[in-house]
T-cell receptor
Framework: AQSVAQPEDQVNVAEGNPLTVKCTYSVSGNPYLFWYVQYPNRGLQFLLKYITGDNLVKGSYGFEAEFNKSQTSFHLKKPSALVSDSALYFC?????????????FGAGTRLTVKP | DSGVTQTPKHLITATGQRVTLRCSPR?????VYWYQQSLDQGLQFLIQ???????AKGNILERFSAQQFPDLHSELNLSSLELGDSALYFC?????????????FGPGTRLTVL
């Protein structure tokens, strides 16, 4: 079955610096990949997704992610972090081979952006 | 605001009881998904309904059941509650039933079982 790993529980960056939140996946074939963000006491908000096509995907709030098939990764990036980006970030994967919508989420990475 | 609404926001109940969580999808969305988020298990997919029919099933316990009504709102029923059922329960909706669809999440219902 498909799975996704977020190797870092916590990422700390200074405001204005670039940020990267890492995600690796395990799917045989081409995956559908998603990034969501969760603010305290809120639901998950969709940031971006990769289905097919250009490996660099641009999303909401200045975030982007690069699909790397050889490294089975889909890291989330932003050129210049804001304090307001501090939140919990989830990577998720679906395996299109299976006729279901079982989306597997990573454990989440807590991003803290310090002023 | 995603457009997905969930009620109630908080629910406190006792072991052995039964509760119902309600979800209204975004206008026009036909699919509804239910997820459980807990500290030890993370975010887990429970079940999906599409236009009133069960479409996919994940790690949903037999004590849990769901349905989607003709007006497309959905209810998740949790019975014989145990302490371990305490969690955040999210509903999400999407336009269609395909794996490429983006899911939009509601604010969640926090269930506490005492």
């Amino acid at each position: 079955a498909q799975s996704v790993a977020q190797p870092e529980d916590q990422v700390n960056v200074a405001e204005g610096n670039p940020l990267t939140v890492k995600c690796t996946y395990s799917v045989s074939g081409n995956p559908y990949l998603f990034w969501y963000v969760q603010y305290p006491n809120r639901g998950l908000q969709f940031l971006l997704k990769y289905i097919t096509g250009d490996n660099l995907v641009k999303g909401s709030y200045g975030f982007e992610a690069e699909f790397n098939k050889s490294q089975t990764s889909f890291h989330l990036k932003k050129p210049s972090a804001l304090v307001s980006d501090s939140a919990l970030y989830f990577c998720a994967v679906r395996d299109p081979r299976y006729n279901n919508n079982d989306m597997r989420f990573g454990a989440g990475t807590r991003l803290t952006v310090k002023p | 605001d995603s457009g997905v609404t969930q009620t109630p926001k908080h629910l406190i109940t006792a072991t052995g009881q039964r509760v119902t969580l309600r979800c209204s999808p975004r206008s026009g969305d036909l699919s509804v998904y239910w997820y459980q988020q807990s500290l030890d298990q993370g975010l887990q997919f429970l079940i999906q309904y599409y236009n009133g029919e069960e479409r996919a099933k994940g790690n949903i316990l037999e004590r849990f059941s769901a349905q989607q009504f003709p007006d497309l709102h959905s209810e998740l029923n949790l019975s014989s509650l145990e302490l371990g059922d305490s969690a955040l329960y999210f509903c999400a909706s999407s336009a269609g039933q395909f794996g490429t669809d983006t899911q939009y999440f509601g604010p969640g219902t926090r269930l506490t079982v005492l």
